[in-house]
């Protein structure tokens, strides 16, 4: 097996996701209507938070679903970037969240509505 970044489609799709939005969230299902629990809480903490973004459903291939777990080396789904960096997953969002973290995290990135 040769590994080389130009021959894949998947990581060159996760990529450019990151890179093209600020805010990503990689979960099952979308935002609307996540198909798991864990997704369904990082939908409703960035709504709350009023932050602006996109959700990737990671049910539609499981290449992708495979691609995002070794992009980020992390085993679960759902994944949060924020400025292309790796936040991290359900449990991580819920911690910053609680904490206040999150929202200063994306307030200083100046990705939440004032």
């Given at each position: 097996?040769?590994e080389s970044?130009?021959?894949?489609?998947?990581r060159d799709?996760?990529?450019?996701a990151?890179?093209d939005?600020?805010?990503?969230?990689?979960?099952?299902?979308?935002?609307?209507?996540?198909?798991?629990?864990f997704?369904?809480?990082?939908?409703?903490i960035?709504?709350?938070l009023?932050?602006?973004f996109?959700g990737?459903?990671?049910?539609?291939?499981?290449?992708?679903?495979?691609?995002i777990?070794?992009?980020?080396?992390?085993?679960t789904?759902p994944?949060?970037?924020?400025?292309?960096?790796f936040?991290?997953?359900?449990?991580?969002?819920?911690?910053?969240?609680?904490?206040?973290?999150l929202?200063t995290?994306?307030?200083?990135?100046?990705?939440?509505?004032?």
């Amino acid at each position: 097996m040769t590994e080389s970044t130009t021959a894949d489609p998947i990581r060159d799709f996760i990529e450019s996701a990151v890179a093209d939005h600020p805010v990503v969230l990689f979960m099952k299902g979308v935002p609307e209507q996540p198909q798991c629990g864990f997704s369904a809480v990082c939908v409703q903490i960035l709504d709350h938070l009023g932050a602006d973004f996109v959700g990737v459903n990671v049910l539609q291939s499981d290449e992708l679903r495979q691609g995002i777990k070794s992009f980020s080396d992390w085993p679960t789904i759902p994944q949060l970037y924020v400025k292309g960096e790796f936040v991290g997953g359900s449990d991580i969002v819920r911690e910053m969240f609680q904490s206040g973290e999150l929202k200063t995290m994306l307030a200083e990135q100046g990705l939440l509505e004032a």
